[in-house]
């Protein structure tokens, strides 16, 4: 081989000084090696995020940033409380992400049955939740798909998810593993049967499920509904505050005020199943901070600090306990008790199934300036959820020493000045446990950085 003269000396160089060249070889090979590893295989894509994995590139024409849409997950109806059903749906859906699936848009269950699974009145997710919003607000997280997206060309694979304490949470792991591989995610539907969603184990990330709750839009229907009882509840409040001069306000012609008057919602679990439950559970795991009576209640309530008097305060509570009125009576000076029926929305609750009423006290409760719940329900837990990740979006990840809107308490647990305990979700929790079945150790404190992961 000939070499010109600008080529000599640097073989020459190259013989003179062997580490040098070895140097510089071993630039080269890195370099190399370094775009090999970022160009696009023909074969696969790596992904470099927690809990990710490979992906045949022969899904990439039918994937959304990731999630397929020629493979699918089915599971059973959910059934159970809308939390316990957000809950349920959660967990589907992270199983579906898990395998790189979109998740069939499951039914849910208008009515409230918990053993007569025959019985229950089975409602479309789309009835409840906005379908679209939900996939444009989880857009390459998570998607959901319609049964008219299927093209049928395998029968579908039936995966038993199992049960007991045989079942660990390893043996679940490894089983979802296993669905990855060839001969099962050949099958376009992985329909598993047997256990309710809520009931499976879980392998998920607290901030995973706030990512999804987060995309549960309410449709506009229910949604309206909803602004119309919360609308009620601030025009009572404004009218009650100008009879003492407190805070004056001009009604609109419309009957509206100009600027939002605060309202407390308190979610009082005082129904006679839920107290013989919460009693059995103290006993069972030796905690007394689950129970609370009504007047324990309406205690703490009122010596929660910093609130400007009069104010109302929504009582979020079962429909049975409507004719009870001695739940509004007892409640301190400046505290103005409403229920459903008092508030005169009754109208609006029941011409709705169960479900949709509960959805509708749930955003009534979540939008309230103060939150008063108990920290072994999901209902309040869920709620306390949605309203920590709205103040770390405003830049507050504590809630410690200061006087905030959007403040959630648990009044089942005693906190400072005889008044419920300050409340917010920790969002570093490797696991929904606490919430889906409740927790005494609550922090005025979240970890906000963990969402930013």
């Not at 970022?38 to 809990?51: A, I, K, T």
């Not at 959901?144 to 299927?150: H, I, M, P, Q, T």
């Amino acid at each position: 081989m000939d070499f010109t003269s600008s080529q000599f000396p640097k073989l020459i160089m190259c013989h003179m000084k062997p580490v040098i060249c070895r140097c510089f070889v071993l630039v080269i090979f890195i370099l190399v090696f370094r775009t090999i590893l970022l160009s696009p295989f023909p074969g696969v894509h790596l992904f470099q995020q927690r809990g990710s994995f490979w992906i045949p590139a022969s899904t990439a024409s039918n994937s959304q940033l990731g999630v397929r849409r020629d493979k699918f997950v089915e599971v059973p109806q959910i059934i159970w409380g809308l939390n316990n059903q957000k809950i349920a749906f959660a967990r589907a859906i992270l199983t579906a992400r898990f395998l790189n699936r979109t998740l069939l848009m499951p039914s849910l269950s208008a009515s409230l049955f918990y053993k007569e699974i025959d019985l229950l009145e089975p409602i479309s997710f789309d009835k409840l939740f906005h379908f679209e919003k939900f996939n444009s607000l989880c857009h390459g997280f998570v998607r959901l798909g319609r049964y008219s997206d299927l093209s049928n060309q395998t029968k579908p694979f039936e995966l038993q998810k199992g049960s007991g304490r045989k079942w660990t949470i390893e043996r679940d792991l490894n089983q979802l593993k296993q669905c990855r591989d060839d001969s099962i995610d050949k099958f376009e539907v992985i329909r598993i049967v047997g256990k309710h969603p809520f009931l499976w184990r879980d392998h998920w990330a607290v901030k995973d499920y706030a990512k999804i709750f987060e995309c549960l839009v309410l449709v506009d229907e229910i949604e309206n509904e909803a602004m119309k009882v919360i609308s009620r509840i601030r025009e009572i409040g404004a009218k009650e505050r100008s009879k003492v001069d407190i805070a004056k306000k001009e009604f609109n012609s419309d009957g509206s005020v100009d600027q939002p008057v605060p309202y407390i919602a308190v979610h009082m679990r005082i129904e006679k199943d839920w107290m013989i439950h919460c009693k059995k559970l103290e006993q069972k795991s030796n905690i007394s901070q689950i129970c609370s009576s009504k007047e324990e209640i309406m205690e703490r309530v009122a010596h929660i600090t910093g609130l400007h008097k009069p104010i109302v305060v929504y009582l979020a509570v079962a429909d049975s306990l409507l004719e009870d009125g001695s739940m509004l009576s007892g409640w301190k000076d400046g505290l103005l008790p409403y229920e459903k029926k008092r508030l005169g929305v009754w109208n609006i609750y029941e011409k709705y199934p169960y479900l949709i009423r509960s959805a509708i006290d749930y955003e009534v409760c979540s939008r309230a300036d103060v939150f008063v719940g108990n920290s072994f329900s999901t209902f309040s837990s869920l709620i306390v959820l949605s309203r920590t990740q709205k103040l770390i979006s405003m830049g507050i990840p504590g809630a410690c020493g200061i006087d905030i809107r959007l403040a959630s308490y648990a009044y089942n647990i005693l906190g400072e000045s005889r008044g419920p305990k300050i409340w917010m979700t920790d969002m570093s929790a490797s696991s929904l446990q606490s919430i889906s079945y409740g927790t005494n150790n609550v922090s005025c404190y979240s970890n906000w950085k963990a969402m930013m992961l």
